[in-house]
């Protein structure tokens, strides 16, 4: 098991920042594959940003330029900071875990670890 917790969510108005975190224990982090996804209401999970043990980093288009992935193996954890926030980056937002291929990152269904999920409001 490699439980996660997520934190850093809450509300913020349209141009504002915020940084998540998510700290891991048991199993080895440092050689982990490490993502966040996130979901709105009605809509499906999807993939936002992910960095594997190697530390390459793969953004979804809509966050580009805007989130920054990063990870601290000493800490066991990874970030994902949020800038130039818009209403629709509106969701919940979880962290996972995975120790397949990393050939298919992007894909919530490579990843076997969840956090509980932190809630992000971005006001208009």
């Known amino acids: 098991q490699v439980p996660l917790v997520e934190s850093g969510g809450g509300l913020v108005q349209a141009g504002g920042s915020l940084r998540l975190s998510c700290a891991a224990s048991g199993r080895t982090f440092s050689s982990a594959h490490m993502g966040w996804f996130r979901q709105a209401p009605g809509k499906e999970r999807e993939f936002v940003a992910a960095?594997?043990?190697?530390?390459?980093?793969y953004y979804t288009d809509s966050v580009k330029g805007r989130f920054t992935i990063s990870r601290d193996n000493a800490k066991n954890t990874v970030y994902l900071q949020m800038n130039s926030l818009k209403p629709e980056d509106t969701a919940v937002y979880y962290c996972?875990?995975?120790?397949?291929?990393?050939?298919?990152?992007?894909?919530?269904?490579?990843?076997?670890?969840w956090g509980q999920g932190t809630q992000v409001t971005v006001s208009s």
């Open positions: 996972a875990a995975s120790y397949r291929s990393s050939r298919e990152i992007i894909s919530a269904q490579n990843y076997d670890y």
């Open positions: 960095i594997p043990w190697g530390g390459n980093t």
